[in-house]
């Protein structure tokens, strides 16, 4: 298998908005960032997600971008964010920024010009169709609104937008456009950036000639559309592999099968990916399921493409909440998740705050929610004639707005966040879940995640190494082995608020092997191993 520094990377996701707010607006930002850069060192991480920082209304929290070649005002200027690249360098990190070019904001120049009317120049940088019958062009919804399509008075036609109706599509079959974003791409990376997170990638190539859909609200007609792959390989051509820098995709409502086209190694389209099986298809934490998707796609990836794991982002809800336990078990919990995504093939990635396991939030009020999609989807439900309060209890587990929430650094007012107003309220846990206190403890999870990191760092097994479960249909074990050369590791979790056992397979033997990370104290097993509630173990097994 080849070997990169992407491969061998852990990825910190910034979102910065949410991180430290250097000036007291209430808003994080870029100079917060560069504050807080030794601490994200200290962590051992080696590449820096920054979410999108560039000009925008800030309909959706930055994704609506209105100019690609500025920084937005709140997050800082352009001389800081050159400034704040050259410190992640300095401290031998790696930057990759998010890179949104599916659709822009509406207040982008380019839309401004293109409904202005049918003849002007930039009429085709967007999607425009004419009404039929009275309706819009088609019956697709957009993953935030009922209707994909947004009528225009100015020219007495429809534009679509695959989110928010403040955020049209690009029109990806114009070359001329296509010529922009290339530019913008290479004005980025010209700069000096290591790569790009790339939104909403399996987006661009939309259906040909947009037919109704027999079941509008499975969106899948939004994504992964034949012909995909061409502008994705253009964009190779053209821009990527000219540098050594890291494309992850956000390829949504794909399997591996699909999935290896958009990563496959002689593809020359992207270098890695996040699919969604299990974030998008998997509400609670289902252990067999969770399993089962691993295995396919390492079966289908492995030596030919590379995947890239995560169980949060600033979109879903942080994962001891969702997917472990943030009560009595928290801290055993959040390592025990982290030591799964840092053990498990593909590259992991750590959305600020899960290293010190940080919870989903519970806000009483539909106005302490800040979210688009959030207020959207509320809004539709009510609309259905659904008492308000009802309807919210039942959204706020998947709410985007659990993991955007301020960093919690220590136990003062804000959490130690900004000295102004926080543009979202912190979550009340802080005075005991925080970084300060996080630091004094050797036991905590953010002493476990920098360990974790170091362990991958050092073993290339955890990189390198075939996977093999066996724990088959156990619905509260994984265990795993990670394999290369004479080198083996066995990763034995109990994903359970019990106590639960494993017989070891007469392949494998514990006796003489290494207890090398464990979120418990250490107790002698036999073949069969007791675990206690959401124990995680890590063995370097001697042959
Ligand atoms: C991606 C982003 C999300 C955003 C959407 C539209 O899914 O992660 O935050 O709302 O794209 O750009």
Redesign the pocket.
Known sequence: MKQTWWKESVVYQVYWRSFYDSDGDGLGDLQGVIEKLDYIKSLGVDVIWLNPCFESPDV??G?DISDYYSIMESAGTIGIWEKLLEEIHKRGMKLIMDL?V??TSDQHSWFKESRSSKENPKRDYYIWRSSKDGSPPNNWRS?FTPSAWKYDETTGEYYFHS?AVE?PDLNWENGELREEIYKMMRFWLDKGIDGFRM??IALLKKQEGFPDSENPDDIRYLTNNPGIHTFLRDLNEKVLKHYDILAVG?VAFVGPEEGLKYVGENRNELHSLFHFEVCDEMPRMDLKKFKAIQKRWYQGLWGRGWNSQFLN???HTRQVTRYGNDREFRTQSAQLLATMIHTLPGTPYIYQGEEIGMTGVHYSSIDEYKDI?FHNKVEIEVSKGRNPQEVLEELRPLA?DNSRTPMQWDDTKNAGFTKGTPWIRVNPNFKQINVENELRNSDSVLSYYKKLIQLRKENPVLVYGDFHDLSGEDPKIYAYTRCLDSEHWFIIMNHSNENSSYILPKSLSLSGSKLILANYPEIEDGNEISLRPHEVRVFKITQ
């Open positions: 959706d929290n994704y949104v599916n659709h993953y989110f955020q939104d909403a956000e982002n600033h979109d999609a985007r």
